[in-house]
Structure formats: C-alpha cells, structure tokens
C-alpha cells in the first residue's frame, strides 16, 4: 500500500513535514511500531523549483558525435543557453524543463557544467523520469509546442503549456500545489488489516497514536429532484454472496480528466490515472477502502444489476479479456460449493462482471457514457477469496473484499464518488452530472455489529501488565471501538466492546487484547523472565544422532545436507526401489518425488565435487527419507522384515537414514566395514553380524546386512560399479554404510557393568586354517570364540592368504587367541588343551584344516 | 718413597689423562684405558709389579697412591666415555632427520554442515533454559499444519501455488510442512503440560532456488505452554535466547504482526550484529535485522487440540535456522548449501 504523506494529512492533522528527513524518519517508525510495515520510503517533487521552463531555439549536430548535439534554449535570462543533450524527441519552440548549473535533481543529482565532444554543457534538458514526475525515460518532458499537439510524454495531470508561457518559470510554480514535494510511504499491510488498505484507515491508527482526530471525507452532494430508483434497479438474489448492493445514479455526465491533485495522488499511490469516471472509482477505493463500479447505465440491459450465483460452467470474458469458468472447485481443495462464485448481472441475467473481483468486458465503461450507475457492494471475504482463487485472478478489489471491506461505509464512498466526479467536472470547466437523489439498495443481510465481552483483568494478564476498566476505553475507543460498562462501574471489569464495521478481524476478546498492546506499544509493554521447570536435555536419539555426526566426521567424511525434493529417475539410478512419495503439485518434473534413499544424493554432491576435481572424498548426511507403505516394486532385499519404524495409517513411512558415502583414495567394501566397526565399537554395540546380502546399487558380491540383536540395522559394502557409472563417478570403487538411526538407537549395548581387568600375564596361540570359500570367516571367528571359552580375551583375525600354498576355492586365515585368566597365569597345558579344543571345534564345524 | 716413583707416577698421570680425555672413539677410550691402566702390561701395572719389591713402609704408602690414581683415571675415562656416547646418540638421531613440512597430508576430520552447527547450538541454549528437543514429521497432515493452528479453508498458505502436497491419502490433505509448527500441535496433543519445547527441523516452500530462497530449508520453533503465560514472558525469553545466541550486548525489539495461530503476534527483530544498531549493508542501513515470528498461542489452537485455554496460555516463536548460519558467516547466496561442496563444507 503506498501512501503518499500529504493524502495522509488531509485525513489527520499530522505536522510531519516531507522536507524534514528526521521528522519523515519518526512517522515511519511510528508506523512500523503499529505494525504497518515500512518497506519503503520514497521523496518525490524535489528539484522542481530549481528547473525552469525553457523554449528550444536551436538544434545543432556535434561533430564525430551521432547520440548527442547541441541544443540551445531560451529560459528566461538575458543570454540563451547552450546545453549538449542525448534526446531526439523534441523541436525548436519546444517548451522543455531545463535545470541550469547548481540544480540538484531527485537523488540528490546536482548539475554541473560539462564539456562533451569540444561542446560546453551548461545545465540539463530532463525527462519525465529523471524528474520524477513519470516513468517516461524516453526523451525530454516536452510540455508545450509552437505548432501542433503536443507529445505524448506529458505525465498524467500535467496541464500543457501555450505559447504565451513566461520562460524561466520555475517548474514547480508551473505545475502547482499538486507537485509540491511529497513522501510515498510504502506498507506492507498484513492479510488481517483490511482496513488498513486504504489512507483513512491508516490515518485512523496513526491519528490514534499521536493523539489527533481523524477526519473522514464528509462528502456534500447536491441530488437532483428525479429518484435514482425512476433511472434503475438492483437486486440481491445470492444473501451467501453478498450482503448489500447500493447504487447511485449520475445523470449527464461529461468525460474529463481528473484535477491535477487527483490524478498526481492516483499516480503517486500506483495507479494511473484514466478520466474522472474511472479516477473517482479508484480514488475512493485508495482512501476509503471500498471498491466501487461505474457502469453505463445506457449499455445495461434492463437498467439494472442482478447479484446472483454463476452455474456450473458459466463463462465470462473479464475487463482484461480472458473468459473466466465459474462454478468449478477451486485446485487444491476438497471443497466444491456449488454455486459459490457471485456473479453480477443485467436485469436481463447476462453476466456483467464477477462479484468483487473483476468488471466484464461488456460492461467497461466508454467515454461516451452520459449516464452512470455507480455499484457500492459487500461481498462475503470468504466466497470473494475462493471465487478469486479458482478464476486466478487477484485485483486491488478482490484483495480488499475478501479480506473484508467497511460494511457500515458504503454510503459515504458512493457520496465520495459522486462529489469527486462533480469536482472533475467543475474544474474541468463542464457542466457537472446531476446526482438522481437517494440510493437503490439492496440489502440481504442487515448488519449487526458485534459486541465482545471483553475481562480487563484477563487482557492484563495476558500482556503481563495492569489494565484498569476505564483505560480500556481510552486505549481501544479512538480506533471507533465502543467500549461500554453494560453493569454499570465496578462489576469485576466485564465490559461489552463493540467492534467497528470496518475491523473484521477482532473476532474475541484476545483479538481486543492485541489492540491494547498496540496501542500500548509493544516495546512500553513490561518485559519478564520465565523460566522452564523442567531439566532440560536431549533425547536418546538426539544425543546418538550428534555422536554418530562426530563419529563420522572423525572418519574424515564431511556432513553433506541434501534436497528431499528429487527426481524419481536419479532415484533409481541410485538404487532406491522404495514406492516413491509423489508430489501432487511439483515445481519441475526433475523435482516430483521425495527422496526414498541418501544414496542418490550424496551421490550427486560427489559428482559436484569432482566437476570441481575433488574426486577423492568422505560424505555423509543424515535425514528422512520417505516411501509409500507396503512392499518394494522390485525384488531388492530393502523391504526386509523389519525395516519400517512405525506404520500410520495417516502419512507415508518416514525414517531417518545414515548414510556414508566413501569415495577417498583405496575406499571400498573395507573401508565401509571398517566405519562400520569404528561406529559399533564407539557406541559399544554388542551381538552385532553381517549378513551376506544383496541390495539395489549395491556390489552383488561385497554387499552385507548389518545386523544387531536380530535386527537389520542396515547395509555395508561397496557399490556396484555400475551405480558409479551411472553418476559419472571416476572412482574404481566406493564404499556405502547405510543405518536406521531409530533401529540403531534400539539396538543392544554392552552392559554398563565394568568387565574387570586381569593382572596376570597373558597367552597368545596363533592359529591358521585353510578354510573353505563358501565358509564365511566370522563363521570361524564364532566357532572360535565358543570353543575358547571364558579364558578367552580376544580372537583376532591377522591374516588372510590366497595363493599357491593352499588348495585352490580356499583361503587360509590366521587368528590369534589372546587367553588370559583373572585370578592366576595359566599353565602351559592349560593353554595347549584350549588350543587343541579350539583346533577341533573349527576342524569339525567348518570345511577347515589347521595350517601347518 | 722414591723420587723417581713419585715423579714416575707424576708422568704417568699426566700422559695417560691426556690420552684418555683425547680418545676420539669408543674404541680407541677402550684401547688407550687398556694401554694406561687395565692391561698388565700396562706401565700402570708395570709399576703396581714393582711395589713387591719395595720396603714395606713404602710400600703402603705407594700402594694408597697408585690406587687413589687408578681411581682418577677412570673418573676421567668415564667422563669422556660419557661424552662420546652422548656424541654418537646425537650423531645417529641427526641422521635419523625428519624435515616434518615434508610429510604427506593424511585424512582429516570431516567437517558437521552449518546447518548442524548453527542447530546444535540453538539446541544446546535452549536445553540450558530447560526446554526440551522436540521433532515432528517431515510430512505431515494439513490437519496439523493448517486447521489445527487456525488456518482457514482460504488461507493462501494453503495455496498448491504456496505449499507442496503428496500423493497420499485423500487428496489435497498430506503435505511437506512449509513450517515446524505442526510440531506444537503434536506437542500439545501429547497432553503433557507445561510444555516447554523447541521444535527443529526442515520445511518446505514453492520458491525457486535464488540467493535468498530454497525451497528446502531449516526452521527452529518454539513452543512455552504454562499458567498464566504473560506477553512479558515471550518479550523476555526472545531477549533471553538471543542474546545467549548473538553475544550479550545484542538488543530486541517486537512488533505488531499477523499470524493465524497467534494472537497478540509479533514480528521480531534484533540489533544488526554487523554494526551494532548504527546501519550497515546486512541491515539495509536499519541497524534492525528481523529475525522471525513470535506470537501468545490463540486460544483457537488451544481449543483444537483440547487445552483450556482458560487456564492455560502460552507463546510461540520461529525464525531460520540457515538465515542465522549465513548472517554469522557472510553468505550470501544460499545455494552454496545444497552444492555440498568440500572447498565450502570444510571452511567451518
């Protein structure tokens, strides 16, 4: 909403004065304490006393120079000036602004005397732009000419110059009061405050503030002796729609252009400015908040307006020309209300226009209108929002009623209307409309204001403060609250507060208490100190997930976090088989479905990262993935039993992953397991297995489960080197570790009871088997650990030997037993006999020999 | 006693001091001893043959020299044996040099993401003030996300154009949670109170990627529900946990605002970190940087998910948990977050 600062001043006496950067600088704080958002603080008139008319008398090519040439002009001074200028729109006799050396142009732009090309430049011919009084930047203002019109770069509500103009004129007395220097503030109104989305509203809350009156237009309109109602008819036949219609008649009225100060403050606050008719309408709205229609009361069949609910399919062809399909759901709601776009038409039913939100082509007004009926409607804000978001279409009225407009000020902006057109006319020097006397009204639903009890010790207690009764009136009563003690004084502070027509969003008595605290000022409100009585601390998962973020990043792999939001192909290109969680309304195909592994994207961070010759790195992440319920579309073993954390019947399976991505120098299958281990041991995992698997992506051969207590934790290995390629990753092989963190923080640990620490010394027996292929070596290493029994401190595996010395489909590996008693040194037989129990176990269990 | 013996002696000592304390090797220490005093042909043993000969009296007298001069040249042979094997040790450690700006880079530690860094430290001043970590699903019901936090049918939040929607369910009714207030709501259906919780996580919007814009990206919520929760509370607590996060002197300050799920609402904002409140360019010249939403729970959320909002009330707060890691860190473009790049990843 952009506010010019002198409308402003017109609605409350405000001595804030445009010139005074410190003053202009205060109100825009005020406004921002009031919630009204300054996002923008724009001067507009400066440097207009320092320019001056001029008449062009000369044109004159530069040498070597095809942009510029010489100009010479007459401003007003005993000796013609001598300008060099870029523009080519203008004549000799033209009447352009000129700024002489020592003007200072808006921003601040000071004019000096230049040389361009061997040609003295003294001052500066300006554009409309450069002026700030249009948009225009495509050549010199050109404000008046000997012969002929003149162009088309006169700004709105600019008067043309004739010939007998004094030069020298400043520019700002040639234009007047309406260009005096100005500032444009622009608020961002939140969706609440419609009634902020006009100046008086605005004016409203900062007059309250400041402690000024408010002075609403109060319009005076002379009516003719005929009743509007001989010239036309409207009816309500949609009470869901729209609550009240009023009309106005205008009778004779001549198509002029808005006064000057009318149609600088339209441009001043966005809108351009088009004829009295249509300047009126949008005038009004900007000051009071109410969108109006003007229409030709001549092209309208019937003379009337009918306000009725479009059907199913009904079409119309919007002011903007694009036809409109009414009586269709809105996307993205399950609601479909038949019959709930409000459609206003003739008295003969053809549509004329959608309900608050867009006039029809039909019905745009001509200059050629003599007679007017102006249409004055509330529209209900919640069938206005549906309506506008299923046609598409947002306008500055659709805005204002479907968040509410005034319901109690519809006279006063068609009075409002009526008066600006007559002015129009007046200045322009026409015969003004006659006003057919009286409103047709429509009304099908009276308007009852609301009244809320409202607990002065209850609104203190909620702001942390002491709100006496009578100072509850005081604060909410200058912003057109009532507020009344229905018992009279002294019953408990109960009082009754009525609500203004123009505030729907105080609803209750907590929406009365933030208008106290706004008008207290939030930073005048106490300030206190709450403290929890709780202990707090971090959950089970939430201290697992930061260690094993340490843990991982220890091994040398960085924290990645990538995007959920992907695409289905890069999913399956990275072993994701999950049923994918698809989104209904994705921004690109690339990015239609969430992510149901890490995998992908990690991936994708390595392929950056190489892009940059980075190829050799450690990359982990943890986060959700997501998958429909059920089983996998293909065969891939990651819809193990198990590996689902809780079903809900009301969203998708989330689960958040681990995942650790190896690609650095000599990673494979072995590095993963080696993380593995490091993350097992450090979180004191205990039970753990692997279990041979295979897995989408994965290396049919190097792919194990991770399993801890009997659960599937998740999966360890290298990837297939085809995953690689697809991603156009150089690595020969890479390794993956990939957890359930929830199934992980379940997972058995080693009792917290310490194990105690022999102080005898201890026995190594080393032993290597030719063990089999098909012969896992944890099986030998578990066959191991059972037959060596309670004395046994470790069983480590040192060695693995494939070659000439043993049979071929075999391997031999060599563990050493570490045996250790708590309460004396074993004995040299006591250990050979574990030895040969040890020796036996695997012999028997296992396709094994002992290695000699 | 002679005068010859004595001066003898006399020489002996001499000689054989200087020949020791001269050795230049381990060897030649072992040798030249051998030559003075160890060996029996040595003029020291020549001349401890001799005392045999020599008249008691004197005898005595000459032993107790000899010996007492035996005694001082193994001091001095064992002195310079000393020096010689501290001179070998540092002679053979010399050559054992290692020039140590010449050895290979080995693996690093990998480096916790921003995100993470920022997250755990909000979390970890949060845990301080007793409030608990609370988590919530990614997806979520537009129950949870929208009605239950009073946000109407129309509302433009709830816009395909605003918010993404998943395949699921009844259409239209599962969506990515464009904020992590659906987690006071899961909070407040647990039904345990007071409540006292900030909610982490990641959100989801329709925005193209920018500078400025994800549409992944991290929000902190929080949550205070207790009797007879003041507006005073929520304005201290704001002030309380950021100048915990931004260092004691950065000020706050609240204003009027429109959230559906809170009423009064407020955004709020903090003295600019860069210059102190004087302006500067991360505050576009303001000296204020508007950090999030903050708002007393409307009674309608309360009504929703069953608690009297009667006797209880309580406030609500939220702001970006990566708009505060690029603040602290200079950045301006966010998508270097989504890059995953090792040259921005292990900077911090």
Redesign the interface.
Known sequence: MRVPLSWLRELTPLETRPTDRGEVAALAADL????L?VEGVEKVGEGLRDVVLARVLEIAAIAKADKIRRVVVDAGGPEPVEVVCGAWNFEVGDIVPFAPIGAVLPGEFRIEQRRMRGVVSNGMLCSGRELRLSEDQGGILVLGRDVGPVGPSVPEGVKRVDAGLELGLPLADYLGAAFEPDVVFDLAI????PDCLCIAGIARDIAALVGLPLQLPEPVVEEGPEPASRYASVEVLAPQLCHRLIGKVLLGVSSVASPALIARRLTLAGMRPIDSIVDASNYVMLELGQPTHPYDLDRLAGHGLRVRSARPGEEIVTLDGVTRVLGRPP?????SIPGSDCLICDAEDRPVGIGGIMGGQSSEISTEASRVLLEVGYFVP?AI??TA?IVGLRSEASVRF?RGVDREGMERAALRFCELVVDAARAAGVAPPVIASGLIDAESVAYVPLRIPVRAGRVG?????KIQDAELGRLLDPLGFVTRSPAGPGTGGLLEVEVPSFRP?VR?E??V??EV??RIG??Q???????????????DV?ILR?RL??I??????????????VDPRDQLRGGVTVRL???????VAE?SV?RGGLLPGLLG?AR??LS?R?PW????EI??V?A?PGVATEGGSDSAPGLTREVSL???E?RELVGLLLT?LDDDAGAALNAWRVVADALRLEDVELRPASHEGMHPARTAEVVAGGTVLGVVGELDPETLQEYGLVQPRAGWLELDLHKLAAAPLRPLAARPVSRFPSSDVDLAFVVDDSVPAAAIEVALGRAAGELCESVELFDVYRGAAVREGSRSLAYRLRFCALDRTLTDGEVAGLRSQCIAAVETKHRATLRS | MTTASAEEMAQLEADATAALAGAGDIAQLDERERVAFRSKRSRFAEMYQKLGSTPPDERRVLGRLLNELRGRLEVVANARRAELVAAARIERLAADRLDLTEVLPG???????L??QTR?AL?DV????????A?G?????GWRNFGALNI???H?A????DT???????????L?RPHTSPVQIRLLERGVL?I?AVAPG?T?R?D?PDSTH???FHQIEGL?V?R??????L???I??FVRAVFGDGTRT??????FPFT?????FEMSCVICGGDGCRTCSGVGWIELGGCG?V??AVFEATGVDPEEW?GFAFGFGIDRIAFMRHGISDLRV???????F??QF
């Open positions: 921002d304490a009031l919630g958002v939140e969706g609440n405050r996307v993205g709601s399950r609601d919640l929002a549906r978001r479907e207690a909620l702001l942390g403060t969003d209750r907590v929406d208490t933030e605290a706004r939030y930073q409100l106490p300030t206190s100190q709450r403290r929890s009585p709780y202990v707090g601390r971090l959950t939430q930061r973020k340490r991982l990043a220890g091994l040398g792999a960085h924290e990645a976090w990538t995007t959920s939001i969680v698809a989104l209904l309304n994705p921004m990015e969430l961070a950056h990262n940059h980075h790195l450690r990359l982990f986060g959700d997501f429909l009301e969203l998708p989330e650095d | 693996r690093l530690q990998g480096h916790l993401n995100v993470t755990e979390e949060f845990v301080g003030m007793g409030y608990e970590i988590e699903p990614e997806v979520e019901t109407g049918e129309d433009p709830r816009s395909p154009l993404f929607y998943v395949d699921f369910g009844e259409p239209w009714s599962v990515l007071p006292y990641r989801y329709k193209t994800l549409p992944v205070v207790d007879g929760v003041t507006f005073a509370d304005k201290g607590t002030d309380t300050r609240l204003r009027p605002a429109y009423e009064p609402s407020a955004e007393m409307h009674p009330t977050m989504i890059e995953n790049d090792v040259r990843l292990a």
